[in-house]
């Protein structure tokens, strides 16, 4: 059985960072993609960051360049998400969640995960 199972979220100060988490069970972690995606209140699931299934790509959505770095080590069977210059904005329920396959498109149907972890909360707020 596939397991998803973030962790790290908390309430930041704008400005602030974070690290995510992800550990992942029930699969062959190193075998493929794996993605990062949030639902900001009153929104719907949105990408965040992609990566590859040995780190040597990655894709972020407009939002995230600069400020978030996705990575991922596969001996250990996790996925990371560091959150810099957190903004009000980033105020959402971040989940880790398994690709089908690798994707630089940006428009890459997000149905098309085959699996999602529980998620964990990041607050923005001062």
């Known amino acids: 059985e596939v397991q998803l199972v973030e962790s790290g979220g908390a309430l930041a100060q704008p400005g602030g960072s974070l690290r995510l988490s992800c550990v992942a069970s029930g699969f062959n972690f190193g075998g493929g993609p794996m993605a990062w995606v949030r639902q900001r209140p009153g929104k719907e699931l949105e990408w965040v960051s992609r990566?590859?299934?040995?780190?040597?790509?990655?894709w972020y959505s407009d939002r995230a360049k600069g400020r978030f770095t996705i990575s991922r080590d596969n001996a250990k069977n996790t996925m990371y998400l560091d959150l810099n210059s957190l903004q009000t904005e980033d105020t959402a329920m971040y989940y880790c969640a398994k690709m089908r396959f690798w994707s630089f498109i940006d428009s890459f149907p997000i149905s098309s995960l085959t699996a999602r972890g529980q998620g964990t909360l990041v607050t923005v707020s001062s």
């Open positions: 990566i590859s299934h040995d780190g040597g790509a990655t």
